[in-house]
């Protein structure tokens, strides 16, 4: 659910109309509710009620500081996977003794930084990170609260770009291997075994990849018992979808009673890092049509916003719903290009379209999740203005960038 509805024919964001903000702060133009993040990150607390938890929003999803706040305030914890992700949580109030730190590629001074703020634990991906993370540790004569990130090789079933549980994947450590690796972390000086991890992939529509995966991985902790390691922390991962078109995810709490039907007899605090489900469908990007064409068969509607503002249609193919400010019923097949230089720069193709003329507004639905944290500057294209949207107020909560930020800390020579 979220609150973007038409009132008196315009579409609002709670009881703001866009159209308002865009004649304020110009297009294209990202607009947060703050009503659906607090709604979101509540249904998931609400989910996992029966059960010791935290929720880690996952900051790479949309890192707004504004959106942070909101959530921090609204007792969520953070899920980071950089240096940079870290500061802005940190920047935004986040306590550290709520984030976790997981990727790939964690730097020394990533894990230096992470170690000085006090972070709940690192998911650790690989036996080389390990050790770093032990000798960065004992060199700041700290010690290092780690799970490990367990691939349990299940498929998620969704988009291969975004499937990260499977053998073949870059990501955590084998499930076959990772008594071994806890082994090993048993034997570091600077290291304390806290929990275990796990992520399997993101936009998933189906609650059985995720018993799937907790499943296997509860046969794990049991062994690590026996072992005498006594882990706290369950970290479920992220990865719940959400509708974009015709979806039919499972509700949060769907979700939370059957995880807890599956690991809540182990009697641990359980994690997870729901991003796209709290943010994706809390925002929306706003655009105005600059031309219209027609070509062989179908209309071209040209208008501001680009795959540098929203990489997804673009990434993934992914469908965004696409609606017209001004309420009409007419509709036009066509496709939503942007003036970017690249076939592959629209926001919608081959649909059935609301028609609209130049100086028309629309919106782009759902994309509050991977939009602007996923923008770049490419044709040198200033990045939008993000605004957040608290009942009938509404705040720029980042300028549009201008030309002169485009040339920030370049030099000719
Ligand atoms: C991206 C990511 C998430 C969030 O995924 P969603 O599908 O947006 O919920 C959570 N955890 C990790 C480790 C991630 O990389």
Same mark, same amino acid.
């Given at each position: ?6 009132k008196d ?5 709670e009881?703001v109309s866009?159209?308002d903000?865009?004649?304020k702060?110009?297009?294209p $133009? #990202?607009c ?7 709604k979101?990150l509540?249904?998931?607390?609400d989910?996992f009620?029966g059960a010791d938890?935290?929720?880690? #929003? ?8 504004s ?5 921090f305030?609204?007792g969520a914890g /953070? ?7 870290? $500061?802005?949580a ?8 709520k984030i976790?730190y997981?990727?790939v590629?964690?730097?020394?001074e ?10 709940l634990m690192?998911n ?9 993370i032990d ?8 010690i /290092? ?8 090789d ?5 988009h291969?770009y ?8 870059k990501?955590?450590?084998a499930i ?5 690796? #806890?082994? /090993?972390?048993?034997?570091?000086k600077?290291?304390?075994i806290?929990g275990v991890?796990?992520?399997i ?8 990849p995720?018993?799937? /995966?907790?499943? @296997? ?11 005498g ?7 479920i991962g992220?990865g719940l979808?959400?509708? #974009?078109?015709?979806?039919?995810p ?7 009673r059957?995880v807890i039907?599956t690991v809540?007899?182990l009697?641990?605090?359980?994690i997870?890092?729901?991003g796209r ?10 655009g105005r ?6 070509g062989?068969?179908?209309q ?7 795959m540098?503002d ?7 193919g ?5 609606k017209?400010v001004?309420?009409?019923?007419a509709t036009r097949y066509?496709d ?6 690249e076939?592959?720069d629209?926001m919608?193709k081959?649909r059935e ?16 999740g991977?939009?602007f944290?996923?923008s770049?500057?490419y044709?040198?294209?200033p ?9 009938a107020n ?7 960038e ?8 370049? @030099?000719?020579?």
């Amino acid at each position: 659910m979220h609150h973007f509805d038409y009132k008196d024919g315009l579409l609002h964001c709670e009881a703001v109309s866009l159209a308002d903000i865009a004649a304020k702060v110009g297009t294209p $133009f #990202y607009c947060y509710s703050k009503a659906t993040l607090q709604k979101h990150l509540k249904a998931f607390q609400d989910a996992f009620a029966g059960a010791d938890h935290i929720v880690c #929003y996952s900051v790479k999803v949309n890192s707004n500081l504004s959106v942070l706040d909101t959530l921090f305030t609204g007792g969520a914890g /953070a899920d980071v996977v950089s240096g940079g992700e870290l $500061f802005r949580a940190l920047k935004a109030g986040g306590d550290p003794k709520k984030i976790v730190y997981s990727g790939v590629g964690k730097k020394e001074e990533e894990i230096r930084f992470a170690l000085e703020s006090g972070i709940l634990m690192f998911n650790v991906e690989s036996p080389l990170e390990l050790l770093t993370i032990d000798r960065v540790a004992a060199e700041l004569g700290l010690i /290092a609260p780690i799970a490990i990130r367990v691939n349990p090789d299940v498929d998620p079933r969704t988009h291969a770009y975004i499937s990260t549980g499977l053998k073949k994947n870059k990501f955590g450590i084998a499930i076959e291997r990772a008594l071994v690796e #806890y082994r /090993a972390a048993r034997d570091l000086k600077n290291v304390e075994i806290v929990g275990v991890d796990c992520h399997i992939g993101s936009q998933i529509t189906e609650i059985g990849p995720f018993v799937d /995966a907790v499943q @296997k991985i509860k046969k794990l902790v049991v062994d690590l018992k026996e072992e005498g390691i006594d882990i706290k922390y369950f970290d479920i991962g992220g990865g719940l979808g959400i509708p #974009y078109d015709d979806e039919t995810p499972p509700h949060p709490s769907e979700y939370g009673r059957a995880v807890i039907d599956t690991v809540g007899d182990l009697g641990l605090t359980i994690i997870m890092e729901p991003g796209r489900a709290i943010a994706g469908n809390a925002g929306v990007l706003v655009g105005r049509v600059q031309y219209t064409k027609d070509g062989e068969n179908k209309q071209f509607i040209i208008g501001d916003t680009a795959m540098n503002d929203l990489i997804r249609p673009s990434l993934y193919g992914a469908h965004h719903g696409i609606k017209a400010v001004k309420q009409s019923s007419a509709t036009r097949y066509a496709d939503l290009v942007g003036p970017i230089c690249e076939t592959g720069d629209f926001m919608a193709k081959d649909r059935e379209l609301p028609e609209m003329e130049p100086g028309d507004l629309y919106a782009v639905m759902s994309a509050g999740g991977y939009g602007f944290t996923m923008s770049s500057n490419y044709n040198s294209r200033p990045r939008p203005a993000e605004v957040m949207v608290d009942g009938a107020n509404y705040e720029i909560v980042r300028k549009r960038e201008s030309y002169e930020d485009l040339i920030r800390g370049e @030099k000719t020579v």
